[in-house]
């Protein structure tokens, strides 16, 4: 079956330092891949949406990249802030599926330290 | 813009009653996804609905729980004889076509007594 894998320590960074989150799946090839934000009691908040013809996507401070043969994303948040502690959610597509599902993983929390 | 609207935030159901979440998606988005969300658990798909109809259910359990997203008003999510292990937190997300970003709801938290 699917499987997705995320970091699942805390990921403690100083503050303007380079924050790098691996999402890695296995027993499936997705044609996209999303990334969320989620902060305690609110519900995951969009940040980029990655198709497998990109190998890489910015937003702003934000990077994703999309490796369809190591099965993996790298999502990249440059000069870091204490605002930018939250979970970060990856959730590539279920391709097995036959309709527009996506599979979550349980996220990576992230904390900036000033 | 209004976004992905959930109501109640929160609700209390003793064993036995009836549950109701409902959403409703962004202006113009036509699929509705409804998740569940234990502490410290991802997100955990559970249907799939496109303007009155049903495009995926597998991840919705076949007794007690049903959704629908009708022509008219929010999407429902329907939870018959209520136990303590549908305790959760249930999220709503919706999306203008399939292959577009869903956009979440901040959630309904669903104690049962």
């Known amino acids: 079956s699917q499987k997705i894998e995320q970091n699942s320590e805390a990921l403690n960074i100083q503050e303007g330092k380079t924050a790098t989150l691996t999402c890695n799946y296995t027993n499936y090839s997705p044609a996209y891949l999303q990334w969320y934000r989620q902060d305690p009691g609110r519900g995951p908040v969009f940040l980029l949406l990655?198709?497998?013809?990109?190998k890489e996507k910015r937003k702003e401070r934000l990077k994703v990249t999309f490796d369809t043969t190591l099965k993996q994303s790298l999502f990249h948040i440059t000069a870091s802030q204490p605002a930018d502690s939250a979970t970060y959610l990856c959730a590539p597509e279920d391709e097995t599926s036959g309709t527009y599902k996506y599979i979550f993983g349980t996220g990576t929390r992230l904390k900036v330290l000033a | 813009n209004a976004g992905v609207m959930q109501n109640p935030r929160h609700l209390v159901r003793r064993r036995g009653q009836e549950a109701r979440l409902r959403c409703s998606p962004m202006?113009?988005?036509?699929?509705v996804y409804w998740y569940r969300q234990l502490p410290e658990e991802g997100l955990k798909f559970m249907v799939y609905?496109?303007?009155?109809?049903?495009?995926?259910e597998s991840g919705m359990p076949k007794e007690r729980f049903s959704a629908e997203f009708p022509k008219e008003g929010p999407s429902i999510l329907r939870i018959q004889q209520v136990v303590r292990g549908d305790s959760a937190a249930y999220f709503c997300?919706?999306?203008?076509?399939?292959?577009?970003?869903?956009?979440f709801g901040d959630g309904t938290r669903l104690s049962i007594l």
């Open positions: 609905l496109q303007k009155e109809n049903i495009i995926d």
């Open positions: 997300a919706s999306s203008p076509t399939g292959d577009q970003p869903q956009h």
């Open positions: 202006k113009g988005h036509s699929h």
């Open positions: 990655i198709r497998e013809n990109e």
